[in-house]
């Protein structure tokens, strides 16, 4: 049996739409499994995410995801987003992805969260780069919501 190893990408493309007067941004990331021709697989090689991006300071009405105790193998704490304020926002399949990064020089955090199309049913995101076409639909939506829900700072 040949298997995949995680972080063989073959091709990676990366867009980005800014919202927001430049302040924050939404983008798109698709990159291409490498396959070798004796793998099959019933799912498509591609996976695509989208990702919203914004300056956590800017946005002190958001109840932001707490970090609880869980027992996965070797992962002892995860996110949990019930009470995120981001989290009823039109993701596909559910927030999948949630960072903080500290700019130790401006003293602003950078949050990014994000999803991604590699669910049961997924097949037309897996089989393709279908990055522009999310950024553009979902990415579009999803930045025109949080800005109604949220305000521009």
């Known amino acids: 049996m040949t298997t995949i190893e995680f972080g063989q990408v073959s091709e990676s493309i990366r867009r980005k739409m800014h919202f927001n007067n430049g302040k924050s941004f939404i983008e798109s990331i698709s990159w291409k499994m490498k396959i070798s021709s004796e793998v099959s697989l019933s799912i498509g090689p591609w996976n695509n995410c989208l990702y919203l991006n914004f300056i956590k300071e800017d946005f002190q009405d958001i109840v932001y995801p707490k970090i609880v105790p869980c027992d996965w193998g070797l992962i002892k704490q995860r996110f949990e987003y019930s009470e995120f304020s981001l989290a009823d926002l039109d993701w596909h399949g559910g ?14 955090t950078w949050v990014k969260v994000g999803c991604d199309y590699r669910h049961y049913g997924d097949e037309f995101f897996q089989n393709s780069d279908c990055g522009k076409y999310i950024l553009e639909g979902d990415g579009r939506r999803l930045a025109i919501e949080f800005l109604k829900k949220f305000g521009v700072p």
């Open 95 to 108: 927030i999948t992805f949630y960072q903080e990064h500290r700019n130790l020089e401006t003293l602003r």
